[in-house]
Each structure stands twice: as structure tokens, then as C-alpha cells.
């Protein structure tokens, strides 16, 4: 079936096409030619994801990324540095550089960025996040909850002080969690938290899936990727950042050193393929997921229109021309 839709829009990509966004010697050149590939998958509007690192690391980053000037960069997600240090929440992220949330550390980190962070994922638990959070609102930018083993009460909290989503929302945390009260019911039970989810497979059972689409709604559900730089290429060894990670021929992205998922591989028309056989929605339902409703968490709107190709027979979705 020929179905025509807006441009999509991710709002966590840490690279793409062998690209590392966070390479501290990543060139704006190469973000450019790595937005230019992404845009063939019907990506027309991103932020490039900067997880966490130093300072120093981060900057680097941040200026290749601004410099680009690709007109699919919607801004940067800083995903860290105040996330858990513990095993399990931690996930991938490099142990050594999370850190205490601070104003001052944000403030530094947003003007090497040149004012370009839109949407800021930290941990409730780690001490002085309120205040950012209550800093960062008041400055339009988005805070959403992510690799945290925080309380109901923390994570309340930093909902009522402006948190409005959930990162990856059942990935991030512990492998054993209580039955109830965890940090995955209270964020799906929380109607002022729209939920990033990563449809692969590989990160959500279908199941999963399923119930969490059910439980938030599609007015409350955003599909992301968290793709990293091995998207798009075939299986391998790559790095993302420091990490040294493998793609698997399955599409599983892990770090061989701590085991753990280090983000994706995924292409969002699969997640949005994926989510209709998941979640048992019609095409029209799941593409908005994909493209009206992150673009409107930022305020914005898709850029361009994608003509699709859907097969609902095998659960495919091809990109077949992209106008921007």
C-alpha cells in the first residue's frame, strides 16, 4: 500500500552510518554526510544524542555537531552526565564521568553548544536535579527521566518540577527491579510523562511493547532508536565514544567489555513496522509516532514528506522518496 507521511523525527540518534557523534575528533563534515545518509531512511529531523563523557569530550562533540548546520539537526540530547553511577541504570555510559547535576556544569556545557541543547536525560536520584530541572524549564528545554533506579517519590517530584520524558522507558534501569513500586511502573503509571520507546525487538519484548503503547496511549508515545554509529552498516566491531561495541547479525548492539546493550541499530521505519505487529496498530496510527508527536514535544514540525511503500502482509515499511 502507497501511503504518504511527514518527515520523521528522532529525538535520540547517537550516530549513524559509521559516523560517531561522540568521537571527540568527529568532524562537522561527517555529521553532515551522516545526516545526509539518515535522511534516505525518511529521518528529516534529529538531535544528535551526546552520552556521557568529560567535559572536554563533551564540547568537542557539541561543536562538531552545531557546526554542521545540516538542516536535520533540531538541536542536541544531552543524555548524561547526571544518570546513576550504579551498575545496571548506568547501562553503557562510562562510570567515571557521571556526575551531580549542577546549573554551572549545565551552563558551560550549553554554551559550547551554542545555546543548542533541547532535551536534557538525567536520573532523579542524583542530588541537585531538582533545581536543574526547574533551571532548565524555565529555559525551554525538555528534561526527560532515564537511566535511574529512582523511588516513586524522586521520581513525582521531578515530574512536578518540569520532567515531561521517559528515555528508552524499560531499558536504563536494573535487571531485577521489585515487583511494585519500580521505576518502570511509576514513569508508565505518570500521565504527564510521554514515553521514548525503542522498538527493535531487542530492547522491548512485543509484549511489552504492547502493554506500554496501551497503558500511555498513542498520545503519550514517542519511538526513538537510539540508533549508534553502526546503523546502517553491516555487523561488526565499532566504537561509540571510549566504548568499543558489536553489532550483531541478529541487530543486537552490546559492549563485549560490560555485556550490556549500547544503544541501537534500529532504523526507525522498522520500529514503526515493528510497532504495528507489536502493538497490532494500523500504519496511520503508528506513523504519527514517528514524526508529528516528537516533533510537536519540541514545539516543532516535521520537515518534508516521505512517500512510503507498507506491506502489512509481511510487516515491512519501505522509504521509497523523500521531498524536503
Not at 85 to 102: C, F, K, L, Y
Not at 185 to 196: I, P, S, Y
Not at 199 to 228: F, N, Q, W, Y
Request: with cysteine; net charge negative; glycine share 10%.
Amino acid at each position: 500500500m502507497k501511503i504518504e507521511s511527514p518527515g520523521f523525527f528522532d529525538l535520540q540518534l547517537n550516530g549513524y552510518g559509521g559516523v560517531d557523534f561522540n568521537d571527540p575528533a568527529v568532524t562537522s563534515d561527517e555529521v553532515s554526510r551522516a545526516l545526509d545518509t539518515l535522511q534516505d531512511t525518511g529521518v528529516t529531523r534529529c538531535l544528535p544524542t551526546i552520552i556521557t563523557s568529560s567535559f572536554e569530550g563533551f564540547a568537542a562533540c557539541a561543536r562538531a555537531i552545531v557546526a554542521s548546520g545540516h538542516p536535520a539537526n533540531a538541536g542536541i540530547h544531552m543524555e548524561g552526565p547526571y544518570i546513576s553511577p550504579e551498575d545496571g541504570p548506568r547501562g553503557a555510559h562510562p562510570r567515571e564521568w557521571t556526575r551531580e547535576a549542577s546549573v554551572d556544569d549545565f551552563d558551560r556545557r550549553q554554551n559550547e553548544a551554542g545555546g543548542q541543547i533541547r532535551l536534557v536525560t538525567l536520573a532523579p536520584e542524583v542530588p541537585g536535579t531538582l533545581p536543574l530541572i526547574e533551571y532548565l524549564v524555565e529555559r525551554g528545554v525538555r528534561v526527560a527521566i532515564g537511566h535511574s533506579g529512582a523511588s516513586k517519590d524522586a521520581i513525582t517530584d521531578a515530574v512536578s518540577a518540569g520532567a515531561t520524558m521517559s528515555t528508552h522507558l524499560g531499558n536504563g534501569c536494573s535487571d531485577i527491579l521489585p515487583r511494585h513500586p519500580n521505576v518502570i511502573w511509576t514513569q508508565l503509571a505518570e500521565d504527564r510523562l510521554v514515553a521514548g520507546l525503542i522498538v527493535d525487538g531487542i530492547h522491548l519484548p512485543p509484549e511489552m511493547v504492547k502493554s506500554m503503547v496501551r497503558a500511555k496511549t498513542l498520545d503519550r508515545t514517542i519511538l526513538v532508536t537510539d540508533a549508534v554509529t553502526c546503523a546502517g552498516c553491516p555487523p561488526g566491531r565499532y566504537r561509540l565514544g571510549p566504548l568499543d561495541v558489536e553489532l550483531s547479525p541478529e541487530g543486537r548492539v552490546w559492549s563485549p567489555t560490560s555485556g550490556t546493550l549500547a544503544g541501537s541499530a534500529l532504523l526507525l521505519p522498522n520500529g514503526v513496522a515493528n510497532l504495528c505487529r507489536f502493538a497490532g496498530l494500523e500504519i496511520e496510527e503508528a506513523l504519527p509516532l514517528a514524526s508529528t508527536r516528537p516533533a510537536a514535544y519540541l514545539g516543532e514540525t516535521p520537515r518534508g514528506t516521505l512517500d512510503l511503500d507498507w506491506d502489512a502482509t509481511a510487516g515491512t515499511l519501505r522509504v521509497e522518496a523523500v521531498q524536503v
